[in-house]
Every structure is written in C-alpha cells, then in structure tokens.
C-alpha cells in the first residue's frame, strides 16, 4: 500500500511570503523593541553553524520548530524587526540550501531551508543566537529512511502533557484524530509502521483518563481503534486503520490533527491516493545510448513492480532525470518511444501502442463471440420491494438494454419473482442490480402545525340626554306636543294623586333628547350603563342623563396539527372538513348539486437527498365555512404551496400572513360636541384595536429502516 504524506504547516506560508520579494519583511515596526542586524554562516569540523545578530540581546532562545517534507527549521522572534536589507539568501552550505525571513507587524520568522533534516541545537552568545546544524548521523538516517515525520523537536528541560483525544468523522468519510496539547513545542514523530500509524510526543506526559484503548469501528471510517500509552518519557498513539488508506497530519495552534482518508483502489494507476499528477518515489536516472528494455529493467528493480516487455519493444534512448518520480520517468520513456502499458495488480505489461489496442480489440471480439454461442441459463428472482413487472421493463428496454439479445425476462404477478433467461454473465449484472435496487423505500413523517392567533380590544362611551315636561309647555315651545329631537322618552304615567309610576324604564321615550349611546361591539355584550333623573316637586318635569360604557378585551389561539407519513418521492395527502353543496345549472337548463370542500388538507411529496436533510413540495390548506350569501355559503381560505428543504427533525416556519386593524370612530351632535367641557355630554367615542397572525410550520422526520420494517 502507498501511503500519501502531506505536513500542512503555517512555516509554509511564511516561506511564500518571504520568496515574494523584499517589501514584505523590510515593513516598518514602529512597536518592535529588537532587530535582526546580521546573518551569516560558517563550518566546522562538519557542523554548520548560523550566526544571527540582533541589535539587543534575547533573553530567551526564541521558540523554534521544524518539519521534514519540505525540511525546514524555523525561528520565531517576537517584537522583532527585519533588518537586513534582503528577505532571502542562498547558502549552499553542508545541508543548508537558503535563509528566509518574513515580518508580520512587531513579529519575525526565519526559516532555514535545508536538503535534510538535521540534529540542531541553538544558544545565546551575547548579542548573537548561534543555531548549530550537526551532520546526519546513522540514527536519524535510519529514522528518515523508515519514514517518520518530525514537527517540532521539543524542548529538553520541559515537560509536556496531552490534554485530551478526540474521535471525530469527516465529511467525505475520513476519520480525524483530535489531541490538544498543553503548549505548541511539544516536539511529534509520525510515521507508518505496517498497516498502523504511528504518533510519538516526544518527552510528555499521558493522563490516567486517557490510557485507554478506543474502539471507534462504529464511526464508518477506515480508522478501527485508538491506542495511547505511556512509553518511556514519551507518550504513543497507536492509529489502527483498515484498508486502503493515507493521512493528513497538521498542528494548528496546542491543536494537532491526523486525517486518515479512505482510498479508493484503481487497478489502472501506478501508485494509489487521491492526490493529482505522478507520486511515486523519486529517482534519478542518467544514461547515454541506452537499450530502452535496459531502463525499463531498472524501474522494475526499483519499484519492485513484474514487467512484461513486448518482443516489438525495441531501440534507444538517451535521458538525464533528477528527483523525478519513477511514474513519470516511466510516462516519459512510453511517449518517446510510442509505447504504452497495461496494469494487472502488480504486473506491467508494455507494448507498441497498436498492438496493445489489435489485442484488446481481438480479446473484445472472442467474448462477443463466446456470448452469442454461450448456453442459456435460467434462474428466479424473488424481488421483495420492488414490483417484478416494473423491473422486467427495466431490464428489457430498448434503448438500455441489461440482458444480452438472447436473454429474456417474465414475471409472475402473484409471488413477484422474475425468471430471466440469459447468459451467466448477464445473470451476474442482474443480481448485482437487484441487490442495490431491491431494498425497503425510507419513509418521512411530516408533521404540519397552522396556529391561529388573535388579539381584539374595543372600548366604546356614550351618553344619552333628555328632557320631559309632561304639562306640555316645554314641546309647544319647540312647535307641538311630544315633538322629539333625536328619539326616545319618558318612560312614566301620571296617577290620580299625581305621583309618577315607573311602570317602563326608558324615561327617554317622548322626550326631548340627545341618544347617542355606547355603540354596540363584535362581542355583542351588555353595556354598563349610569342613570340619573332630576325632576320638579310636582313631578311634572324632567331631567335625565344616561351614561353607558363598554370595554372588550380578547384572546383567541386555534392550533390545526395535521400529521402524514408516506415513502421518499410519493406524493401523500391527508384531509378532514366539510362539503358545501351548490346548485349548478347545466347546458340543457337544468340545476344539479355540486359540492365545494372547506377543510383542513396536507398534501406533501417528500424527497430524502443524500446528505440526510428532506426537500419537499408541500401544499397546506385550511378553509371554512364563512358567511351566508344569496348563492350559498361563502369559504374563508387560508392556503400555502411551496417547496422547501429542511434538515431531519427541524422545523421552520414556510408561511406566515399578519393583520392589524386600528379604528377610532366618533359620533356627535354637530356644534354642542364641540363644546368645551360640556361636549362629551353630545358624543359618543369608539376604539378598536384588532390584531390576527397567522403561522404554519412544517417538520419532517425521517423514519429509521428498523422501525418502518416493524
């Protein structure tokens, strides 16, 4: 297995901005406190030694760290400006190559571009920070050989601990390795050993809580279990994965992540991963004249790959090829040649670009012929959820035809088995295709909520005034007996003893009067209502005055919950309420009944997309039975279609309509309204304040196979 190596690192991106020129790190630093003034470099006794000169001296070795894919050591200094004039210098130097530097505001970083990775140490002298790079020695040779991947060394004289280790999925199916470390120089070893992943923390300590082994083979990803120990004064994590596989390991801040990614086997490529273009191992090859079978040789021992060599292969070349991956030293041998190859497992098979295609095509042209004298072979299918006609159809269809020309499907309606006929071949693509497609359709409840709020207030005052003599002086004063001004009247008879009966309450009947009393309101409630007569010792004149008042307060909330299950992409409906019948006329004059719903219906089509949310069309109604006209019943509607997308389990409002009505209504005897202080008494005053919402909400559930196999 080729396992894929990629060290994300924020160095990286310092060392972009540092090839960009030398504006970026000569910024000015108003607020650094030191400066790089000097860089250079000497060898001794094979050890590189960097002199870097600042203008103060540290007080501290600055914080360092390194990785070895690109190798690469990096300083950083904090309140620290560049200096030196220049942003870059190449070196070429025992295994230093170049220097870089960047400054982002009062903070610089230096990296060392190296051609391995190398034993450093670095010390203050005064105003100088000498790094020291050792040569490689037969340990860390034998280290990068086997693959491991530094990060950071670490500090010696201080200790480490891991925090904490998490388990996480990722989208595309990954598995992602979480562990917070307690600071950002704990110095990490990665590397494949077998079919594991090995993590090393270099001198740090592993809490009790996290000594554990984790089976994480419920995730779904290629990552089986997590093993981390105490080991010595380090700390391992041991990766399980399964499969065909490569990792991502990056460190973001106290945070360090390994992605281990599914790969998917390709028989057709020369090295397996999701990376683009050539990634095999680099090789170098220089050769003068040479037998093109000779080098094809050569990247057979190389790769450890079985080349087979066409007889027609013949001629040769002359290549010079550095550092280049052997795939592409084998893509460029095949063009210049005219050849071309074919993978089977781990044998190559190389030819003339012709006769690999007269081959293929002969090969092509025997199984054709293999499959139109082939015997026929009979076999039943029982499909369990699938309708056997409907797949039969499938399976004959003329533009897309599965079965081959000779094969043949028929079905028997009352078991639902298919019996087809054909060669083994097709008889194979056919159960492949049953088992994928011949499987329980998932189902989603959807669950639709239409909430009716209302909030009504009203307030309504009136007065009533009227005056009564029952001599008679007074309504010939105004042209007559019992003449009225605006209604009512006295509500009273006269007896022998000239006392007043109260047989009737109104005492503004035949009177003389102003009647603008408290309007009624949608509640048709009593009014509250306040009397009082004055009248002469004989009683034979009056006075009254009434003041009647009312005040409505209301809230009202309906909750209609219509509910419906139904299988992905199959419209449902589900409805209750009345039927209005109407009288219609017909063409030839005559009157038939037809019938207009008012209900309350839900009618959805679900669609489960692949990522677990459900996208509906959906189409909510909820009438009623409105008022009484000349042609029959009016229908008040509230109705919603749409469609929209909504994740399992949420809920989200699709529609929503909200009404106020404010209304101030005054009714009053023109010019004695207007009155000042004694105009309330020829007015009446009403107030209205009516609010309605209407909301419909929608929540989709998708219901578990288990549950729905039930």
């Known amino acids: 297995m080729t396992t894929l190596v990629r060290i994300v690192f924020s160095v990286l991106a310092a060392a972009a901005l540092a090839a960009s020129g030398p504006a970026a790190a000569q910024q000015p630093a108003p607020q650094a406190a030191n400066s790089i003034e000097a860089f250079n470099t000497t060898t001794q006794g094979g050890v590189v030694y960097v002199r870097i000169t600042m203008k103060e001296p540290l007080a501290a070795v600055p914080a360092s760290f390194s990785i070895s894919n690109p190798a690469r050591i990096a300083f950083d200094f904090p309140k620290t400006a560049n200096a030196l004039g220049r942003a870059s210098q190449d070196i070429n130097e025992g295994e230093l190559r170049s220097m870089s530097v960047v400054q982002v505001g009062d903070r610089t970083r230096m990296v060392l571009n190296l051609r391995q990775m190398v034993p450093y140490r670095a010390e203050i002298e005064g105003k100088n920070l000498i790094v020291a790079l050792s040569p490689v020695t037969a340990a860390t040779a034998q280290r990068i050989q086997g693959g491991a991947t530094r990060f950071a060394e670490g500090t010696t004289d201080v200790r480490h601990a891991l925090r904490e280790i998490d388990f996480r999925r990722g989208k595309a199916g990954e598995g992602r390795v979480v562990i917070e470390l307690s600071d950002t120089s704990t110095g990490i070893d990665i590397r494949q050993q077998g079919q594991n992943l090995i993590v090393d923390f270099i001198r740090a300590q592993l809490p009790d809580h996290l000594r554990a082994r984790l089976d994480v083979i419920d995730f779904g990803t290629p990552v089986q279990s997590l093993n981390a120990f105490q080991q010595g004064d380090n700390v391992r994590l041991v990766i399980e994965p399964k499969g065909q596989w490569e990792y991502n390991a990056y460190q973001t ?78 893509d460029i041998i095949l063009q210049t040649r005219g050849l071309d190859m074919r993978k089977n497992g781990n044998v190559l098979w190389i030819a003339p670009r012709d006769e690999l295609a007269t081959k293929e095509k002969l090969e092509l042209e025997a199984k054709q012929q293999i499959a139109d004298l082939e015997p026929l072979r009979t076999e039943t299918f029982q499909l369990n959820y699938t309708k056997a006609e409907a797949f039969s159809k499938i399976l004959t269809d003329d533009k897309q035809r599965i079965l081959s020309k000779r094969g043949s499907a028929v079905w028997d309606p009352r078991t639902n088995q298919l019996f087809i006929q054909d060669i083994p071949s097709r008889l194979e693509d056919v159960r492949r295709i049953i088992a994928k497609t011949d499987v329980p359709v998932r189902q989603v409840m959807i669950d639709a909520r239409i909430v009716e709020a209302t909030d009504r207030f009203s307030r309504t005052l009136g007065f009533r005034l009227g005056y009564n003599d029952t001599t008679g002086q007074g309504s010939r004063l105004l042209g007559g007996p019992n003449r009225q001004l605006m209604g009512g009247g006295l509500a009273a008879t006269g007896t022998s003893t000239g006392q007043i009966s109260a047989t009737q309450p109104d005492f503004f009947r035949d009177s003389l009067s102003v009647n603008l009393p408290a309007s009624a309101t949608e509640t048709n409630a009593d009014r509250g209502k306040f009397s009082l007569i004055l009248f002469n010792s004989a009683a034979t004149k009056f006075l009254n005055l009434e003041i009647t008042a009312l005040e409505s307060d209301g809230k009202g909330k309906v909750i209609s919950s219509p509910r419906v299950v139904t299988a992905d992409q199959v419209e449902a409906i589900i409805e209750q309420g009345t039927e209005l019948p109407y009288q219609q006329a017909t063409s030839s004059g005559a009157t038939s009944i037809t019938f207009k719903k008012a209900n309350l219906a839900l009618k959805v089509k679900p669609q489960i997309t692949p990522d677990g949310n459900v996208l509906m069309d959906v189409d909510i109604n909820k009438d009623s039975v409105g008022i009484q006209t000349a042609a029959g019943f009016a229908i008040d509607t509230k109705h919603v279609r749409t469609a929209v997308l909504v994740e399992n389990g949420g809920t989200v409002v699709i529609g929503g309509i909200y009404t106020q009505e404010e209304r101030s209504t005054i009714n009053k005897v023109p010019l004695l309204g207007d009155l000042p202080g004694v105009g309330f008494m020829f007015r009446n005053r009403q107030n209205t304040d009516n609010k309605t919402e209407l909301l419909f909400f929608l929540t989709p559930r998708i219901i578990d196979d288990r549950v729905s196999l039930r």
């Open 253 to 330: 801040d106290t945070q360090f992540v390994v992605e281990v990614k599914p790969v998917v086997f390709d028989p057709n490529k020369l090295v397996q991963g999701t990376r683009g273009g050539y990634q095999g191992e680099k090789l170098s090859l220089n050769f003068q004249n040479i037998d093109v079978r000779s080098v094809l040789n050569v990247i057979a021992d190389f790769t450890d790959l079985n080349i087979i060599t066409s007889d027609s292969v013949q001629g040769n070349l002359t290549l010079r090829l550095k550092d280049v991956p052997w795939d592409q030293a084998l």
